[in-house]
Protein backbone atom coordinates (compact mmCIF):
# COMPACT_ATOMS: atom_id res chain seq x y z
CA UNK A 1 0.00 0.00 0.00
CA UNK A 2 1.25 3.39 -0.52
CA UNK A 3 1.56 5.89 1.68
CA UNK A 4 2.65 9.58 3.07
CA UNK A 5 4.79 10.67 6.21
CA UNK A 6 3.69 14.58 6.16
CA UNK A 7 6.26 14.88 8.73
CA UNK A 8 9.73 13.63 8.96
CA UNK A 9 12.92 15.56 8.37
CA UNK A 10 14.87 14.10 5.55
CA UNK A 11 17.79 16.37 6.10
CA UNK A 12 18.61 14.24 8.80
CA UNK A 13 18.50 11.08 6.84
CA UNK A 14 20.61 8.76 4.78
CA UNK A 15 19.96 7.94 0.99
CA UNK A 16 19.55 4.46 2.58
CA UNK A 17 16.72 5.31 4.38
CA UNK A 18 15.22 7.08 1.40
CA UNK A 19 15.49 3.89 -0.40
CA UNK A 20 14.00 1.92 2.27
CA UNK A 21 11.10 4.05 2.41
CA UNK A 22 10.36 3.65 -1.04
CA UNK A 23 10.96 0.40 -1.17
CA UNK A 24 7.99 0.10 1.47
CA UNK A 25 5.44 2.09 -0.32
CA UNK A 26 6.29 5.84 0.25
CA UNK A 27 5.18 7.95 -2.53
CA UNK A 28 5.82 11.73 -0.75
CA UNK A 29 6.64 13.19 2.59
CA UNK A 30 6.42 16.36 3.95
CA UNK A 31 9.93 18.17 5.50
CA UNK A 32 9.02 20.79 8.25
CA UNK A 33 11.77 23.08 9.12
CA UNK A 34 12.94 22.56 13.04
CA UNK A 35 15.55 22.47 15.52
CA UNK A 36 18.76 21.18 13.92
CA UNK A 37 20.32 20.05 17.76
CA UNK A 38 22.10 23.47 18.23
CA UNK A 39 20.87 27.23 17.56
CA UNK A 40 22.10 28.72 14.77
CA UNK A 41 24.44 31.53 14.67
CA UNK A 42 22.27 33.78 12.34
CA UNK A 43 20.03 34.13 10.37
CA UNK A 44 21.75 33.19 6.97
CA UNK A 45 21.62 30.02 8.52
CA UNK A 46 18.41 30.11 8.21
CA UNK A 47 18.48 31.19 4.73
CA UNK A 48 20.79 27.96 3.79
CA UNK A 49 18.43 25.56 5.67
CA UNK A 50 15.64 26.74 3.66
CA UNK A 51 17.59 26.28 0.71
CA UNK A 52 18.28 22.98 1.68
CA UNK A 53 14.48 22.20 2.10
CA UNK A 54 13.28 23.51 -0.59
CA UNK A 55 16.31 22.53 -3.55
CA UNK A 56 18.51 19.36 -2.37
CA UNK A 57 16.05 17.43 -0.06
CA UNK A 58 13.52 17.32 -3.00
CA UNK A 59 16.41 16.40 -5.51
CA UNK A 60 17.50 13.51 -2.67
CA UNK A 61 14.21 12.21 -2.21
CA UNK A 62 13.48 12.25 -5.77
CA UNK A 63 15.78 9.95 -6.89
CA UNK A 64 14.06 7.25 -5.01
CA UNK A 65 10.78 8.15 -6.65
CA UNK A 66 9.38 9.95 -3.34
CA UNK A 67 7.68 13.58 -3.84
CA UNK A 68 9.23 15.86 -1.19
CA UNK A 69 7.70 18.88 0.03
CA UNK A 70 8.88 21.23 2.25
CA UNK A 71 7.29 23.43 5.37
CA UNK A 72 9.37 26.56 6.48
CA UNK A 73 9.58 28.46 9.60
CA UNK A 74 11.18 29.31 12.73
CA UNK A 75 11.38 26.74 15.43
CA UNK A 76 9.94 26.96 19.02
CA UNK A 77 13.45 26.25 20.43
CA UNK A 78 15.13 29.33 18.57
CA UNK A 79 12.22 31.35 19.26
CA UNK A 80 13.16 32.74 22.26
CA UNK A 81 15.00 35.89 20.92
CA UNK A 82 12.37 37.91 19.42
CA UNK A 83 14.46 40.25 17.21
CA UNK A 84 16.30 37.36 15.87
CA UNK A 85 13.10 35.79 14.85
CA UNK A 86 12.00 38.44 12.81
CA UNK A 87 14.80 38.38 10.95
CA UNK A 88 14.08 35.23 10.11
CA UNK A 89 10.27 35.50 9.74
CA UNK A 90 11.47 38.29 6.96
CA UNK A 91 13.04 35.49 5.03
CA UNK A 92 9.83 33.24 4.58
CA UNK A 93 8.07 35.05 2.14
CA UNK A 94 10.74 33.95 -0.66
CA UNK A 95 10.54 30.56 -0.11
CA UNK A 96 6.96 30.61 0.66
CA UNK A 97 6.54 31.10 -3.09
CA UNK A 98 8.54 28.33 -4.57
CA UNK A 99 7.58 25.00 -5.52
CA UNK A 100 6.15 22.28 -3.09
CA UNK A 101 6.51 24.69 -0.18
CA UNK A 102 3.22 23.90 1.89
CA UNK A 103 3.33 26.52 4.42
CA UNK A 104 4.29 27.58 7.17
CA UNK A 105 5.84 25.10 9.92
CA UNK A 106 6.58 23.48 12.04
CA UNK A 107 6.09 26.44 14.26
CA UNK A 108 4.38 26.58 18.06
CA UNK A 109 5.60 26.91 21.97
CA UNK A 110 8.59 24.63 23.07
CA UNK A 111 8.30 26.10 27.20
CA UNK A 112 5.30 27.84 26.73
CA UNK A 113 7.02 31.25 27.18
CA UNK A 114 6.07 34.73 26.56
CA UNK A 115 8.79 35.51 24.17
CA UNK A 116 7.75 32.20 21.92
CA UNK A 117 3.91 33.54 22.41
CA UNK A 118 5.07 36.96 21.25
CA UNK A 119 6.91 34.88 18.02
CA UNK A 120 4.17 32.71 16.99
CA UNK A 121 1.63 35.49 17.09
CA UNK A 122 4.12 36.86 14.58
CA UNK A 123 4.42 33.91 12.48
CA UNK A 124 0.43 33.08 12.63
CA UNK A 125 -0.17 36.74 11.29
CA UNK A 126 2.04 36.25 8.70
CA UNK A 127 0.66 32.94 7.91
CA UNK A 128 -3.23 34.09 7.73
CA UNK A 129 -2.03 37.36 5.75
CA UNK A 130 -0.75 35.26 2.77
CA UNK A 131 -3.74 32.48 3.49
CA UNK A 132 -0.79 29.73 4.27
CA UNK A 133 -1.39 26.39 5.38
CA UNK A 134 0.01 26.11 9.18
CA UNK A 135 1.86 22.83 10.82
CA UNK A 136 1.96 23.33 15.05
CA UNK A 137 4.40 21.79 17.40
CA UNK A 138 3.62 20.84 20.56
CA UNK A 139 5.39 20.61 23.77
CA UNK A 140 7.14 17.54 24.70
CA UNK A 141 6.01 15.67 27.69
CA UNK A 142 5.06 17.96 30.93
CA UNK A 143 4.64 21.17 28.68
CA UNK A 144 2.48 19.20 26.20
CA UNK A 145 -0.97 19.79 27.79
CA UNK A 146 -0.46 23.48 28.78
CA UNK A 147 1.01 24.47 25.62
CA UNK A 148 -1.09 22.95 23.41
CA UNK A 149 -4.30 24.89 25.13
CA UNK A 150 -2.46 28.10 24.55
CA UNK A 151 -1.74 27.38 21.08
CA UNK A 152 -5.86 27.07 20.67
CA UNK A 153 -6.65 29.75 22.68
CA UNK A 154 -4.19 31.53 20.76
CA UNK A 155 -6.39 30.11 17.30
CA UNK A 156 -9.76 30.59 18.65
CA UNK A 157 -9.07 34.12 18.95
CA UNK A 158 -8.64 35.25 15.95
CA UNK A 159 -11.52 35.29 13.74
CA UNK A 160 -8.90 34.77 10.52
CA UNK A 161 -8.61 31.16 11.05
CA UNK A 162 -9.49 28.37 8.65
CA UNK A 163 -9.17 25.43 11.01
CA UNK A 164 -9.08 22.98 8.34
CA UNK A 165 -5.89 24.80 6.83
CA UNK A 166 -4.29 23.67 10.44
CA UNK A 167 -2.41 20.96 11.84
CA UNK A 168 -1.71 20.58 15.61
CA UNK A 169 0.87 17.75 15.75
CA UNK A 170 2.59 15.10 18.49
CA UNK A 171 -0.79 14.83 19.59
CA UNK A 172 -1.16 12.46 22.58
CA UNK A 173 -3.90 11.06 24.70
CA UNK A 174 -4.65 14.20 26.76
CA UNK A 175 -4.43 16.42 23.57
CA UNK A 176 -5.79 14.36 20.79
CA UNK A 177 -9.77 14.99 21.77
CA UNK A 178 -9.03 18.97 22.59
CA UNK A 179 -7.51 19.35 18.74
CA UNK A 180 -10.15 17.39 17.23
CA UNK A 181 -13.13 19.19 19.19
CA UNK A 182 -11.96 22.45 17.70
CA UNK A 183 -11.99 21.39 14.23
CA UNK A 184 -8.18 20.66 13.71
CA UNK A 185 -6.34 18.09 11.85
CA UNK A 186 -4.74 16.38 14.39
CA UNK A 187 -1.07 14.88 13.97
CA UNK A 188 -0.03 11.73 15.79
CA UNK A 189 3.92 11.54 15.96
CA UNK A 190 5.39 7.92 16.31
CA UNK A 191 8.25 8.62 18.29
CA UNK A 192 10.03 6.08 20.46
CA UNK A 193 10.36 8.05 23.63
CA UNK A 194 8.88 11.74 23.71
CA UNK A 195 5.55 11.12 21.38
CA UNK A 196 3.79 7.66 20.47
CA UNK A 197 4.47 4.13 19.84
CA UNK A 198 2.35 2.91 16.73
CA UNK A 199 -0.10 0.32 19.71
CA UNK A 200 -0.74 3.77 21.38
CA UNK A 201 -1.44 5.73 18.23
CA UNK A 202 -3.91 2.43 16.89
CA UNK A 203 -5.52 2.95 20.37
CA UNK A 204 -6.23 6.71 19.59
CA UNK A 205 -7.52 6.00 15.92
CA UNK A 206 -9.69 3.67 17.47
CA UNK A 207 -11.41 5.81 19.78
CA UNK A 208 -11.23 8.96 17.99
CA UNK A 209 -11.95 7.53 14.71
CA UNK A 210 -9.75 8.24 11.28
CA UNK A 211 -11.45 11.52 10.46
CA UNK A 212 -8.52 14.43 10.32
CA UNK A 213 -6.13 12.01 11.77
CA UNK A 214 -2.76 12.63 10.03
CA UNK A 215 0.32 9.89 11.41
CA UNK A 216 3.70 10.66 10.91
CA UNK A 217 7.59 8.81 12.08
CA UNK A 218 8.96 12.96 12.96
CA UNK A 219 11.96 11.02 12.09
CA UNK A 220 15.09 13.28 12.70
CA UNK A 221 18.45 13.32 14.25
CA UNK A 222 17.86 11.58 17.21
CA UNK A 223 16.46 7.83 17.93
CA UNK A 224 13.37 7.40 15.42
CA UNK A 225 12.54 5.41 13.24
CA UNK A 226 11.87 6.20 9.56
CA UNK A 227 9.69 3.19 8.73
CA UNK A 228 7.14 3.99 11.22
CA UNK A 229 4.23 4.59 9.56
CA UNK A 230 4.38 1.29 8.02
CA UNK A 231 4.94 -0.51 11.37
CA UNK A 232 1.61 1.52 12.21
CA UNK A 233 -0.16 -0.03 9.33
CA UNK A 234 0.92 -3.42 10.43
CA UNK A 235 -0.21 -2.90 13.84
CA UNK A 236 -3.80 -2.10 12.16
CA UNK A 237 -3.95 -4.80 9.68
CA UNK A 238 -3.25 -7.12 12.69
CA UNK A 239 -6.24 -5.57 14.77
CA UNK A 240 -8.43 -6.22 12.03
CA UNK A 241 -9.21 -2.91 10.18
CA UNK A 242 -9.61 -2.73 6.61
CA UNK A 243 -7.60 -1.72 3.75
CA UNK A 244 -9.90 1.31 3.31
CA UNK A 245 -9.41 2.55 6.59
CA UNK A 246 -5.37 2.28 7.04
CA UNK A 247 -5.47 3.70 3.55
CA UNK A 248 -7.49 6.74 4.26
CA UNK A 249 -5.17 7.78 7.67
CA UNK A 250 -1.74 6.57 5.66
CA UNK A 251 -2.15 8.31 2.07
CA UNK A 252 -6.30 10.01 1.27
CA UNK A 253 -6.02 12.23 4.89
CA UNK A 254 -2.44 13.61 4.03
CA UNK A 255 -3.02 13.93 0.52
CA UNK A 256 -6.76 15.81 1.28
CA UNK A 257 -4.60 17.97 3.56
CA UNK A 258 -1.69 18.94 1.60
CA UNK A 259 -3.93 19.46 -1.29
CA UNK A 260 -4.71 22.73 0.53
CA UNK A 261 -1.66 24.32 -0.57
CA UNK A 262 -1.60 26.54 -3.83
CA UNK A 263 1.98 25.19 -4.21
CA UNK A 264 0.99 21.20 -4.25
CA UNK A 265 0.90 18.93 -6.89
CA UNK A 266 0.66 15.37 -7.08
CA UNK A 267 0.87 12.80 -9.31
CA UNK A 268 -0.76 9.45 -7.67
CA UNK A 269 2.17 6.91 -8.53
CA UNK A 270 -0.60 4.50 -10.27
CA UNK A 271 -1.16 7.66 -12.87
CA UNK A 272 3.00 8.18 -13.55
Known sequence: MYFFDPHIHVASRTTDELKALAKAGCVAVG???????????GA???YDYFRQL??????RAANYGIRHYAWVGINAKEAENVAFAREVIALLPEFLERPDVLGIGEIGLNKNTRNEVATLLEL????LKRDELMLFHTPHLEDKYAGTRMILDILRGDPRVDRNRICIDHCEEHTIRLVLDEGYWAGITLYPTTKASPQRAADMIERYGAERILVNSSADWGPSDPLAVPELMFVLRSRGHSTATIRQIVYDNPLGFFNQSRNFSFTPPEDR
Open 31 to 41: EPAFWMGFDRS
Open 124 to 127: IDLA
Open 54 to 59: TEWERK
Open 44 to 46: NSF
